[in-house]
């Protein structure tokens, strides 16, 4: 935040990425990074805040270890951004959560606990650090959830974070309270750490709410205080009664100038924004005609919503809407099937969106079926190659569609099987596939599936009910 040291430092060696500002050598100064700032803004605006044109940093401090310099370098009163909101979607009913602020700061150093002594790892030490606060606005664990969920794809789609709680690269802390059903004042609260899922933060929410609860009805009093969540006992422990604002001795960071963010910059961010998620949700069902539900799987993921968005822009299908749903179709199904079995994030899937397209259009011309084109996926996503040169390379026919011929196949299977014929006109018609199944050996699998089934029952006539 306030030095040079890289932030890639996931694998590194402890105390590797340091430098003498991360280290907090007396003499050095701080710097501020501005990408940081830009970064903050835009997620500030994307979720609604108003950006005041001045702000300032101030100094934390604190007694824990894990800052090199004995404070940290944070904002207080002024910060970057204020009074913002996001949209959850609480079983198809929209809730607004208030945002309070979205400010800087620099992360700290890592402490590993040993028996008995501690490590300290500076790596993380100096990472900018977004701290987005809520309003105390969300009702249930559930709602917590969703509400990381949002905040999260937000983060993704904007480029800013990459959003990994179990890296902890997406951090959360927790805070809860209870109250008798209509009271209106909030009952005093206490704070969750270390919870490295969303499932996590749920849970730890439904667990804590609990014993709050337990604590009142056994005529106890909530302690304002931070506690830590034991992820496989599925329980919280006191960490440290709360210390508040004054503890920490606030003042303005004598070492920085303050923020001057003119509006111009303002709208220049603004402007520069990506899409965001619920954007996109909408345009899908409105320019592609997806279903909600497809809507949301195809932009839950912004990754998998860019593939999508590559799949149709390379399309020349006249039908724009069934293109897409059969573009979302095979990617949901087949193609994320085989990304996951080949652990390969869909960013550097080998099939390339141009592939997808070629099969899809292979499909559409009925050269070939959809079960040759599950095979015909397999090898391009092996092999990298273009789906009409695999079916060129292994001599794959076209399916027959021709009624007629189909039909006299079918009336020889029907003729070699009366068993089977009188257990489906007896009302088993579960047998039907076995009958297609004859015919399909018959063509060598390249008789098309649909009409084989139509053209059978419509031979068959009526089973008994
Ligand atoms: N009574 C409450 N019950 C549940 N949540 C609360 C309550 N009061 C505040 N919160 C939420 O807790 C978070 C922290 O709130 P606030 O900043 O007021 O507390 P704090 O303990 O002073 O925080 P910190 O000391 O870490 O800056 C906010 O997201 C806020 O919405």
Redesign the pocket.
């Given at each position: 935040m306030f030095c040079s040291c890289s932030t890639g430092y996931a694998n590194a060696a402890p105390n590797t990425h340091v430098c003498p500002v991360c280290m907090g050598m007396p003499g050095v100064l701080p710097v501020i990074n501005q990408s940081a700032v830009i970064y903050t803004i835009m997620t500030a605006l994307a979720l609604n805040c108003s950006i005041p044109a001045y702000s300032k940093f101030d100094r934390k401090s604190y007694p824990y270890p894990d800052l090199m310099k004995g404070y940290q370098i944070s904002q207080y009163d002024i910060p970057l951004s204020r009074n913002g909101y996001l949209m959850i979607d609480l079983h198809g009913r929209e809730k607004q959560i208030g945002i309070?602020r979205v400010h800087l700061e620099e992360d700290t150093a890592r402490l590993l606990h040993h028996d008995g002594y501690s490590l300290i790892d500076v790596n993380r030490a100096g990472t900018p650090l977004m701290e987005i606060?809520?309003?105390?606005d969300m009702r249930s664990p559930e709602e917590a959830r969703l509400y990381m969920q949002k905040l999260r794809e937000i983060l993704i789609y904007l480029g800013v974070a990459s959003g990994k709680m179990e890296e902890g690269s997406l951090r959360c802390?927790a805070?809860?309270?209870v109250r008798p059903r209509g009271e209106q004042q909030?009952?005093?609260?206490t704070?969750i750490k270390n919870m490295n899922s969303f499932r996590a933060v749920e849970r730890a929410l439904e667990y804590e709410a609990r014993r709050q609860i337990a604590v009142i009805r056994d005529g106890g009093k909530i302690r304002?205080e931070t506690r830590g969540w034991i992820e496989n006992k599925g329980i919280t422990v006191l960490q440290r009664v709360?210390?508040?604002?004054d503890d920490y001795r606030y003042f303005p960071e004598p070492d920085l100038p303050p923020l001057l963010i003119s509006r111009e910059q303002v709208e220049e961010i603004r402007a520069s924004l990506p899409e965001l998620p619920d954007a996109r949700r909408a345009r899908y069902q409105s320019e592609y005609g997806l279903s909600v539900q497809d809507a949301n799987v195809m932009t839950e993921d912004k990754a998998l919503g860019d593939y999508f968005e590559r799949v149709m822009v390379a399309s020349q299908a006249k039908d724009r809407n069934a293109r897409a749903k059969a573009a979302s179709n095979w990617l949901l199904s087949e193609v994320v099937r085989l990304l996951k079995a080949n652990s390969i994030a869909i960013e550097n899937s080998p099939l390339s969106p141009a592939a997808l397209v070629n099969l899809l259009d292979l499909l559409d011309s009925e050269r070939i079926t959809g079960k040759q084109a599950k095979e015909v996926l397999d090898d391009a996503f092996a092999s990298g190659e273009l789906p009409e040169e695999i079916v060129k390379k292994k001599g794959i026919k076209p399916p027959i569609t021709d009624r007629a011929v189909l039909g006299g196949i079918i009336d020889e299977v029907i003729a070699n099987n009366p068993k089977v014929v009188s257990v489906y006109l007896n009302g088993k018609t579960s047998v039907l596939q076995s009958l297609v199944g004859q015919v399909m050996k018959q063509t060598r699998g390249q008789a098309r599936a649909d009409i084989v089934q139509e053209l059978l029952r419509e031979k068959l006539g009526e089973p008994q009910a």
């Open positions: 309070t606060v809520s309003e105390p802390d805070n809860v309270s909030l009952g005093v609260k704070e304002q709360k210390e508040y604002a």
